[in-house]
């Protein structure tokens, strides 16, 4: 691998992180958020947007910023985005009203739909298939590592005070010159109108909505089951969370191994089978070491999923649509990460933490089966 290559993979890599700060980073502060403004009306609920409202900013922007990408070039967004990301991101560090804090969110979410939709449209560009397989496993395992500093770093600033976990989306001002120095400008493609891509693409955006409901599970619901259940501390969270990480970024380095062998369906069937059984042991855990029995299979259930998804849509779909074909893909992500806590909240209110890991736990070990099943016929 020539320098030049290697600095352009190090520079997607470090993009990559970004999309796991947006969000993990301040996992650790949700339960300290809800004791410092006690005084709000439903402030463990709103405390949970604190995570989540960037995600609708992002799944309402990423068709706009897909059609951006598609009109001014990967780079110019992507700048934008950052600079978004970093003013938004670290509002909550030196703001300390809640609901301006909120207001700094929905400007990380404008910051995050330009940088995803930039990013994956980059990676298309610049790689055959093969070496896309390749390069999505260092980007797995890259974004895993990532989430495992965050959430550390988050875990361990939240115990001096709540807010300075926000200080963390000011790193990547770091990334700028870098960036710069590595990254260029792909030549346009030609658009062509093709409504058979769009037809083809639709069940890996279902799927992305649906996979982004059950991560989210856990830094919209473990924060809560460690602290008001099972009686862990704010670090505990991170802690429990990192773990999982490290089996995520082993998994996702193995990516372009496993994809040599199985089908994009037959990965998908292993995954939600490895999630569900994870979930299980959650639901009837009864003190945090239980948790670390869960932490395995979920963590090598992950590693696969987001990697697998992205891979599958850039095998699909052609280079005159990247763009926009992206931006609608980063918004079936996140609005799938706005939608979890709300559709988990009644869940949780009628029957508790780990009776909602119980149900999602059987549905995701339907879905295994029967995408089993549907991987045999077709096999």
Known sequence: MTNKNKNLQTALLLIATLGIMSGITIVSSLPLISQTFSDIPNIEFLSKLMLTIPAIIIALFSPIAGHIVD?????????????????????????????VILVGRSILGLGVSLIMTSSTALIGDYFSEELRHKFMSKQGMTTALGGIVFITAGGLLAQVHWSYPFAIYLIPILFVPFLLK???????????????????????????????????????????????????????????????????????????????????????????????VGLLIISQASSIA?????????????????????????????????????????????????????????????????????????VALGVASLLFVKSRMQG
């Open 71 to 99: 009109r001014f070039g990967r780079l110019k967004p992507l700048y934008v985005g950052m600079f978004l990301f970093v003013m938004g991101g670290s509002s909550g560090f030196y703001l300390h009203n809640f609901y």
């Open 182 to 276: 590595s990254l260029y400008e792909p030549a346009k493609h030609k658009h062509v109108e093709d409504l058979e891509v769009e037809a083809k693409l639709l069940p890996v955006y279902l799927t992305a909505f649906f996979v982004m409901v059950l991560f989210y599970m856990m830094p919209t619901q473990f924060p809560y089951l460690i602290v008001n259940t099972l009686g862990g501390k704010p670090q505990t969270i991170g802690f429990v969370i990192a773990s999982a990480m490290i089996f995520n970024a082993l998994t996702s380095m193995q990516y372009a191994k496993i994809k040599a062998r199985l089908t994009y369906l037959q990965i998908y069937a292993s995954t939600f089978a490895l999630f569900g």
């Open 290 to 362: 239980g948790l670390f029995f869960a932490i395995v299979p979920i963590g090598m259930g992950f590693g696969l999923l987001f990697v697998n998804t992205n891979a599958w849509f850039l095998s699909l779909v052609p280079a005159h649509k990247r763009g926009k074909a992206a931006g609608v893909l980063t918004s079936s992500f996140f609005l799938g990460q706005f939608a979890s806590p709300i559709l988990f909240e009644p869940i949780v209110s009628a029957y508790g933490v780990q009776r909602l890991f119980l149900v999602v736990a059987v």
